[in-house]
């Protein structure tokens, strides 16, 4: 099974911790994107993705004007650039998320979404669909 390592989102698109819900909001919808990366003294330490503003944001009714680092989700799951499609799936699944961070060697190093799990597992289904067909024909072609 393959690791998710290839899929990372390493160069992440981020704003700094004291940027608006508002400013987030803007350039997602700019960069067509889901989240973007909160950033603590340069260092990538979360991020805030289009749930969190929905659900932190305007369900609540407050401002746009709170900060990434007021709204960011501190509990949200890790994986290693080695995780697995299954481990991420699995992840997301029960911390209803469709984005994790990736840490390495301590780091945040980058993130990984649902539809690039989803996509890897095609992917790996596709490969295995091939293979089967190969056997069942016997190595014929058709």
Not at 9 to 34: F, P, S, W, Y
Not at 66 to 89: F, W, Y
């Amino acid at each position: 099974m393959p690791s998710i390592e290839k899929l990372v989102v390493r160069d992440v698109i981020a704003l700094d911790e004291g940027a608006t819900c508002n400013e987030a909001a803007r350039l997602m919808e700019q960069k067509h994107i889901g989240s973007v990366g909160v950033k603590r003294a340069g260092k990538l330490v979360g991020i805030v993705t289009e749930r969190d503003l929905v659900y932190r944001i305007m369900a609540d009714g407050a401002p746009g004007t709170k900060t990434l680092g007021e709204i960011m989700r501190a509990e949200i799951p890790t994986v290693s650039p080695n995780a697995t499609e299954r481990d991420c799936a699995h992840l997301m699944r029960t911390h209803f998320t469709r984005h994790l961070l990736v840490k390495q060697a301590g780091e945040v190093a980058g993130v990984i979404s649902m539809l690039d799990v989803v996509n890897l597992m095609l992917e790996d289904n596709r490969w295995l669909i091939e293979q089967l067909s190969t056997y069942i024909r016997g190595g014929r072609g058709g």
